[in-house]
């Protein structure tokens, strides 16, 4: 079965650690994204990037990192610089970059 | 300011009822999208159109690309049908940039 997976799906940290969100895809996409939801707001865009060993700074990319060495893997980091990390985060991917976007199953980060 | 608007916020029903949500948007855009998120949180794609009309089982969803204006429509609605809609357009200029609405969350009472 194709998809995207997320791993995992609840996640614990302590403030000032940083912690890497996991996102894995076998749909052959070239496109990935990564989307912070707060309640009451949209999707809000981190982090995409359209091919490997590529990737584009969203609207809240501040407090983030991301890496593309492989097509089928867009991992996040969320650093000890992002000031409210609590949050639901969702990875998404295309066959290009104005595709219709499959979402995984999210991962909710809860640091105290 | 939101690119993208939705009505209404919140919507319950009874089972059977036709229901219609409302997304209104202010960019040009190649594409408009509606998800469903389940409690959950898991996200699916349930139309990409860009003019017209689609249809997938009970599920239409309309586009009015001059008055820059989506609707979704449920028909013969049922509990499982419960979830939060949300609309999303792609920007036309650059097509990476989505913009989202904030969602309408629909409960179906049997």
């Known amino acids: 079965d194709g998809g995207i997976t997320q791993s995992p799906k609840y996640l614990f940290r302590k403030e000032g650690q940083n912690v890497t969100l996991s996102c894995e895809q076998n749909?052959?996409?070239?496109?990935m994204y990564w989307y912070r939801q707060d309640p009451g707001q949209g999707l809000r865009l981190i982090y995409y990037?359209?091919?490997?060993?590529?990737?584009q700074k969203g609207d809240i990319a501040e407090g983030y990192s991301v890496s593309r060495e492989k097509k089928e893997s867009f991992p996040l980091t969320v650093t000890s610089a992002q000031k409210n990390p609590t949050a639901f985060y969702l990875c998404?991917?295309?066959?290009?970059?104005?595709?219709?976007?499959?979402f995984g199953p999210g991962t909710r980060l809860t640091v105290t | 300011k939101n690119e993208v608007e939705q009505s209404p916020q919140n919507l319950t029903a009874q089972e059977g009822e036709f229901i219609t949500i409302n997304c209104s948007y202010s960019?040009?855009?190649?594409?408009l999208h509606w998800l469903q998120q389940h409690p959950g949180g898991g996200i699916v794609s349930l139309f990409m159109?860009?003019?017209g009309k689609k249809k997938h089982g009970r599920l239409i969803a309309t586009i009015n690309i001059q008055e820059k204006h989506s609707s979704l429509h449920i028909t013969a609605s049922h509990p499982r049908d419960s979830a939060v809609y949300i609309c999303?357009?792609?920007?036309?200029?650059?097509?990476?940039?989505?913009?989202f609405g904030t969602g309408t969350s629909l409960t179906v009472i049997p």
């Open positions: 998404a991917s295309s066959i290009a970059i104005r595709g219709e976007q499959y």
């Open positions: 749909l052959n996409h070239d496109a």
């Open positions: 990037s359209q091919i490997v060993n590529d990737f």
């Open positions: 960019v040009g855009i190649s594409a």
């Open positions: 159109l860009s003019s």
């Open positions: 999303a357009v792609s920007d036309r200029v650059t097509g990476n940039q989505f913009y």
